[in-house]
DNA sequence: TACTCGAACTAGAGCGCGCTAGTAGAGCGC
DNA sequence: GCGCTCTACTAGCGCGCTCTAGTTCGAGTA
């Protein structure tokens, strides 16, 4: 910078003025100065910068590496931190490095807010989190913790998806839960109280489960087993996420059970892959982009307007009816 | 920093070693300050830190979000990181936002080399980039650009993966190639080299198009869409990738082509997606782990050793049999 | 006793910027 | 002429840390 300056026979301070688009120079001054720096090759240290400005700036991004619904969310954070003025620093949680990990290493990079996709960290640990620092939970409801949040209305996408299968004829109505998943004692307990609305309580079953595709072929291996076993297949699955319905479709797939005329599958999410099958996953969709877009300005709204209280913003997901759900199979009928 | 050296009773720069965990200071004192700044809840600034030693000790990564492989290399890079002592930032590059934008936020925020993941950029943007900072490519090879290279050897893993098919009896074997994708061209030639040696070359047959499900869909329904119109499907496909192979078996055990009874497939990675069918995916697997780990160790040993020639680490691929190819149908025969 | 030496610790400069408080000088009205 | 304002620019401190070149002190050695 110092380089720039003299060789474009400035101060230090006018160099900075303009590499910072603030008013204070003149045109051509401007124009001298960038000049200069192409030449030189010179480009602003940024951590320079963060430490001089004593803001970064910079939003943290922890997610779970392999969740395909999370890159789709990262794919709605980074327009809108960029149109906000923020730039979005990654870090995954994987197999062998803890969401507390990831955490601390956006921190230490001096992230002003970390959004936190589907953590899945004690509520003692987020809330303390929360204290430190701007902190927004995406799909995981923390009312203890000192965070902001973003959810979809669980009870909502869940009802539509009953009501939407109810309507086909289908009463034998299972629910593969997500486990401790983001999201998943929500929508088992809506399930419960769907098929309890629906005169359905006898029928209700959930088997527990998780966000994978491994717990949807498992899911589905069971329930082949079971069938061989003398028990009838359910007329319809509600799979706790995507990903999990898509385990349970290539299982039951792949037994020759055909979907939806043997049996209808319902996702949750609308992650990308919901298109990949040729007929379509029906799902119930959660917008990433719009949830994205809110963890975004939640974070940039506490930074810049000082001590907000935490907020919650709960956005309506929408029923996406495609292939997999159909009419309930003739020979099944009432149980 | 001075807060807890004064609450500690020393000096900030016996906190500083201490942090550093550097020796020179003595075991009690260490714990004390430790515990003070426990209590404070201090930890070192990043920014700070990088400014002070002009080394940020930090590795960029590049990578494309929707690509299972790249996940499944990340997961393979933190810990090699870790071990080496430097830290990770990851950046996406998505539909929407460059590859040249993901590395720009990564070299901003100080990243002494940055590990691009299947890089689709320019050679010449790679080349200036490799000019200007450590680069190391992994997946795709670029020999005219000034960056280390990481790959598997296509040829080997397309070879195995043909003989493999030859000798079940196949001979009406397609290819499904991922376009611009990393390895694809290397694949594709070595597809042709392999029927060429097993006197198959009038068999051969590449169909266009990516690594994506997407693809696989489409070409399944176009292989559908041939045979329903006379033309005899192939009796064996090797995919560009896994995600390429998943949605080709979707379409096809969709449409009732039972896999690996009237068609055998075989992917290409090994990802976390193959062992999503009950069966198991047949696939070339590519070591994404040791591939992180070659990745890592020629960004820092470049950095470190400082200028070495860029170098090429060039990694057997190994065909996994699974439950997707199976000897040649009856009825199909030779063509 | 006089010294050397190493372990434990400290003072203070400097990393590359941003920012506040300032100056120089041109233009204006009275 | 004077004071005033406005634009264009500058000096220099400080952000929170690392690192070099010390100092202090107690134990060991001749």
């Given at each position: 910078?110092?380089d720039v300056?003299?060789?474009?026979?400035?101060?230090?301070?006018?160099?900075?003025?303009?590499?910072?688009?603030?008013?204070?120079?003149?045109?051509?001054?401007?124009?001298?100065?960038?000049?200069?720096?192409?030449?030189i090759?010179?480009r602003?240290?940024?951590?320079a910068?963060l430490?001089?400005?004593?803001?970064?700036?910079?939003?943290?991004?922890?997610?779970?590496v392999h969740q395909?619904?999370h890159?789709?969310?990262?794919?709605?954070?980074?327009?809108?931190?960029?149109?906000?003025g923020?730039?979005?620093?990654l870090?995954?949680?994987?197999?062998?490095?803890?969401?507390?990990k990831?955490?601390e290493a956006?921190?230490?990079?001096r992230c002003?807010?970390?959004?936190?996709?589907?953590?899945?960290?004690?509520?003692?640990?987020l809330?303390?989190?929360?204290?430190?620092t701007?902190?927004?939970s995406?799909?995981?409801?923390?009312?203890?913790?000192?965070?902001?949040?973003v959810?979809?209305?669980?009870?909502?996408?869940?009802?539509?998806?009953?009501?939407h299968?109810v309507e086909?004829?289908?009463?034998?109505?299972?629910?593969?839960?997500?486990?401790?998943?983001?999201?998943?004692?929500?929508?088992?307990?809506?399930?419960?109280?769907?098929?309890?609305?629906?005169?359905l309580?006898?029928?209700?079953?959930?088997?527990?489960?998780?966000?994978?595709?491994?717990?949807?072929?498992?899911?589905?291996?069971?329930l082949?087993?079971?069938?061989?076993?003398?028990r009838?297949?359910?007329?319809?699955?509600?799979?706790g996420?995507?990903?999990?319905?898509?385990?349970?479709?290539?299982a039951l797939?792949?037994?020759?059970?055909?979907v939806?005329?043997?049996?209808?599958?319902?996702?949750?999410?609308?992650?990308h892959?919901?298109?990949?099958m040729p007929?379509g996953?029906?799902?119930?969709?959660?917008?990433a982009?719009?949830?994205?877009e809110?963890?975004?300005?939640?974070?940039v709204e506490?930074?810049?307007?000082?001590e907000?209280?935490?907020?919650?913003a709960?956005?309506?997901p929408?029923?996406v009816?495609?292939g997999?759900?159909?009419?309930?199979?003739?020979?099944?009928?009432p149980?």
């Open positions: 910078m110092a300056a003299e060789k474009a026979g400035v101060s230090r301070a006018l160099v900075s003025i303009i590499f910072r688009n603030q008013a204070g120079a003149s045109r051509e001054t401007r124009e001298r100065v960038l000049r200069v720096a192409d030449e090759g010179y602003p240290d940024s951590a910068r430490l001089a400005r004593g803001r970064s700036r910079t939003l943290g991004v922890m997610f779970t395909t619904f890159t789709d969310l990262i794919t709605g954070i980074y327009p809108e931190a960029e149109r906000l923020y730039d979005v620093l870090s995954g949680a994987t197999h062998g490095r803890s969401e507390a990831a955490v956006l921190l230490s990079h002003e807010a970390v959004i936190l996709l589907g953590p899945d960290a004690a509520p003692a640990y809330d303390e989190l929360g204290q430190r701007v902190a927004v995406v799909s995981r409801r923390v009312p203890q913790a000192r965070v902001d949040f959810h979809s209305a669980e009870a909502k996408g869940v009802r539509q998806a009953m009501d299968l086909l004829g289908h009463r034998r109505i299972v629910h593969i839960d997500g486990g401790r998943g983001p999201g998943s004692a929500e929508r088992r307990r809506a399930y419960r109280a769907a098929m309890r609305r629906h005169g309580e006898d029928e209700a079953r959930v088997i527990p489960g998780h966000h994978t595709e491994e717990s949807g072929i498992e899911t589905g291996c069971l082949l087993a079971e069938r061989d076993a003398g009838p297949l359910p007329t319809a699955v509600l799979a996420n995507d990903r999990c319905a898509m385990g349970l479709l290539m797939t792949r037994a020759g059970v055909e939806p005329r043997d049996l209808s599958v319902v996702g949750y999410d609308d992650s892959l919901s298109h990949l007929i996953l029906t799902t119930v969709r959660q917008d982009v719009l949830m994205a809110h963890a975004v300005r939640f974070a506490r930074l810049e307007n000082g907000l209280q935490p907020r919650e709960v956005l309506d929408k029923l009816v495609r997999t759900s159909g009419p309930v199979p003739k020979a099944a009928g149980a």
